[in-house]
Structure formats: C-alpha cells, structure tokens
C-alpha cells in the first residue's frame, strides 16, 4: 500500500471531501489529490 492509498483511505473513512481533508491538515486539494493518484511524493514537512 502507498502513502497515497493510506492517505485515501483514511480520509474515506473520516467521510471527509477532498477539500476537507486538505484544509483541516493544511494543504492545497491539488496536492493532496496528487499524493493519493502516485503523481507526486509526500513531503516531509
């Protein structure tokens, strides 16, 4: 499993959008979108 699976699973199970997910940990959609399809890594910050 990638991050990125892990990251959408989780946010599935919280029933939280996209959009959500992203503001309540500080991220762009765009980006977390990114890390859950394998287009981008995940930062270390």
Known sequence: MTFG???R???LRQKL???E???LHGRSY???GN???GKVSPGLD
């Open 5 to 7: 699976e892990f990251l």
């Open 30 to 32: 765009t980006y977390l």
């Open 35 to 37: 890390v859950e399809t």
């Open 9 to 11: 699973r989780e946010r």
């Open 21 to 23: 997910f992203a503001r």
């Open 17 to 19: 959008g996209l959009r």
